[in-house]
């Protein structure tokens, strides 16, 4: 996901046709965004967990 941006990008059916109706692509670009931020939150908060985990269980 984080190599190919352009690829992961998604949305919900009903917001996906809601944006192609229109003409504005930078909506449409903000709302890829957003999905894409919040899919990648708890990825990274799970990550972080880890890494937590895994210098308290080496020291």
Do not use: H, W
Request: with cysteine; aromatic share 12%; hydrophobic share 50%.
């Amino acid at each position: 996901m984080f190599l190919l941006p352009l690829v992961s990008s998604a949305q919900c059916a009903m917001c996906r046709a809601v944006l192609e109706s229109e003409d504005n692509n930078t909506i449409a670009e903000g709302i890829n965004n957003g999905i894409v931020y919040l899919m990648a939150i708890p990825y990274i908060l799970v990550g972080v967990l880890f890494y937590f985990v895994y210098r308290k269980m080496k020291s």
